[in-house]
């Protein structure tokens, strides 16, 4: 399973270590990460540029991973409700249930 990674990217100091985190967990899981932080960095090209890219990326998965504070930002609530609208499980890092959702399988 292709797992997409959204989260704040825009504004956050950390936002390489959180999603890197979150693409080893996945990864442990057996699944595949799709991690968006690893477009360069957020002063290196546009908004609109990353958030293109990260759609693309994110069609072409099975499944959505949302980390912590992803409702703060405006592509990550995009990712969510694309996602949603194509009924792609969404998985939350609040709730654990990717853990136990995933790691359980």
């Not at 797992?3 to 704040?8: F, K, L, P, Q, T």
């Not at 409702?71 to 136990?100: C, W, Y």
Request: hydrophobic share 35%; with cysteine.
């Amino acid at each position: 399973m292709k797992v997409y990674i959204s989260g704040m990217i825009s504004d956050s100091r950390d936002y390489e270590a959180r999603f890197n985190q979150a693409e080893h967990l996945i990864r442990e899981a057996g699944q595949i990460p799709i991690n968006p932080a690893k477009y360069g960095s957020p002063t290196d090209r546009t908004w609109l540029y990353y958030m293109k890219e990260g759609i693309a990326e994110l069609l072409n998965c099975d499944a959505i991973y949302m980390l912590n504070g992803w409702g703060d930002s405006r592509g990550a609530t995009l990712e969510r409700h694309i996602a949603t609208q194509l009924d792609m499980p969404v998985f939350s890092q609040v709730n654990k249930d990717f853990e136990r959702s995933i790691l359980n399988d």
